[in-house]
């Protein structure tokens, strides 16, 4: 979903339209964040990645606290539920926000998602129950543990798009030995969806 150096837009760049990155990028801006251009042979610049971390690229400064979890929650089920083998950057795992203190020392745009976290202090926010970092740290792991014990969720398990209109997002994972199937509904609205099957 990310790394350290932020959001990449190159793999989008063939599946999403312009106006659609464009959008992205002003998101991005209007979150705290920051966009790397990259220079065409033309002279002209494109968006190259979106600098900012997964937290803050979902939601906006004033949403509530269960709402930015909820998000990066959904995000991350989708990713543990696909084929192949998952890969989740340290920082969205802690549910780190942007380090702009960062961006003003290095003078780099990626900085703001390559924080040096002090131990301790990590360590005290991830014990105290109500804090960002403990309920996402908590719930990414628990969506790891349901994936390694369902044989539908083997890397290599066939997987199945399925189409349930534009507000849900759904697949079905199949056993290697076809006798688990599992079906993941995935709400990409804000508002709640019923799904008939």
Request: net charge positive.
């Amino acid at each position: 979903l990310s790394s350290h150096d932020g959001i990449g837009l190159m793999p989008v760049k063939d599946i999403l339209s312009e106006k659609e990155i464009k959008q992205m990028c002003i998101g991005a801006k209007e979150n705290g964040g920051y966009v790397s251009y990259k220079q065409n042979s033309d002279g002209t610049e494109s968006p190259y990645e979106l600098n900012i971390t997964y937290l803050n690229a979902l939601s906006n400064p004033d949403e509530k606290q269960e709402i930015k979890i909820e998000k990066i929650i959904s995000v991350h089920a989708i990713l543990l539920s696909f084929i192949g083998v998952p890969s989740i950057y340290i920082h969205n795992l802690l549910g780190s926000s942007n380090y702009n203190e960062g961006v003003k020392i290095t003078g780099r745009y990626r900085t703001i998602n390559r924080e040096k976290l002090n131990k301790e202090n990590l360590y005290k926010e991830l014990a105290d129950k109500k804090s960002i970092r403990n309920l996402i740290y908590n719930k990414i792991c628990s969506l790891i543990e349901l994936r390694k014990n369902e044989k539908a969720f083997h890397p290599n398990a066939m997987q199945e798009v399925l189409f349930s209109g534009n507000k849900i997002f759904s697949f079905i994972r199949i056993s290697c030995d076809k006798k688990e199937f599992i079906f993941t509904f995935y709400n990409i609205s804000n508002k709640p969806q019923n799904i008939k099957y």
